[in-house]
């Protein structure tokens, strides 16, 4: 069983940055993507950005193009998100995931997730 651990979660202000970064813990295996998604309160379940393991293909919503950078470092297994120019329409719980197959945008492509890391921005 791969177990994804999340950190970096926390209270930020509007237009402040966060780092959330993801490893597995225990036994790897051949990934193709590892992602990040995030659940608000109320609401459905939502891609934020993916990471093809092999090449580096990102894939990002719309919502946080251009504010957010994924990034990988494979050597650790380790999967980051770079949240810059943070909004009151980001605070959520952020779930890393990890796939072994595409496509890269959709949840039900990774059998893998983190317990979740909550991200908060104050006005």
């Known amino acids: 069983q791969v177990h994804l651990v999340e950190s970096g979660g926390g209270l930020v202000q509007t237009g402040g940055s966060l780092r959330l970064s993801c490893a597995p813990s225990g036994r790897t295996f051949s990934t193709y993507a590892m992602g990040w998604f995030r659940r608000a309160p109320g609401k459905e379940r939502e891609f934020v950005a993916a990471i093809r393991w092999s090449g580096g293909n990102t894939y990002y919503a719309d919502s946080v193009q251009g504010r957010f950078l994924i990034s990988r470092e494979n050597a650790k297994n380790t999967v980051y998100l770079q949240m810059n120019s943070l909004t009151p329409e980001d605070p959520a719980v952020y779930y890393c995931?990890?796939?072994?197959?595409?496509?890269?945008?959709?949840?039900?492509?990774?059998?893998?997730w983190g317990q979740g890391t909550q991200v908060t921005v104050s006005s």
């Open positions: 995931a990890s796939s072994i197959t595409g496509p890269p945008r959709a949840s039900s492509a990774y059998p893998y």
